[in-house]
């Protein structure tokens, strides 16, 4: 399983980004699906997860603004956030767990800012 995110970048605090993570396999096939994330000199945390029945689970410092959604027409995962914080800032990196094996992609930078 390859997986593919994009739509990191800039954002000034409040604002919005949509990021999407794309699989190279049906992700219909793929028990879990998410997003962690890692800050510079931190460990990699979870950020949101989704299930193939569309069960989604979300970190404590992100319920209320950050939405995980999927696509299994087009083998994709979205993360939208709003009301994005400095302490949002990290790398943002795709993950999926299939059968016995975890998967990740490589990572998209999100830097929240003024």
């Known amino acids: 399983v390859q997986l593919q995110a994009s739509g990191g970048g800039l954002v000034q605090p409040g604002g919005s980004l949509r990021l999407s993570c794309a699989a190279s396999?049906?992700?219909?096939?793929?028990?879990?699906m998410g997003w962690y994330r890692q800050a510079p000199g931190k460990q990699r945390d979870l950020v949101a997860t989704?299930?193939?029945?569309?069960?989604?689970r979300y970190a404590d410092s992100v319920k209320g603004r950050f939405t995980i959604s999927r696509d299994n027409d087009n083998n994709t995962i979205y993360l939208q956030m709003n009301s994005l914080q400095p302490e949002d800032t990290a790398v943002y990196y795709c993950?999926?767990?299939?059968?016995?094996?975890?998967?990740w992609g490589k990572g998209t930078q999100v830097t929240v800012s003024s």
């Open positions: 993950y999926a767990h299939k059968w016995i094996y975890n998967y």
């Open positions: 396999v049906s992700i219909t096939s793929i028990t879990i």
């Open positions: 989704i299930t193939t029945g569309g069960s989604a």
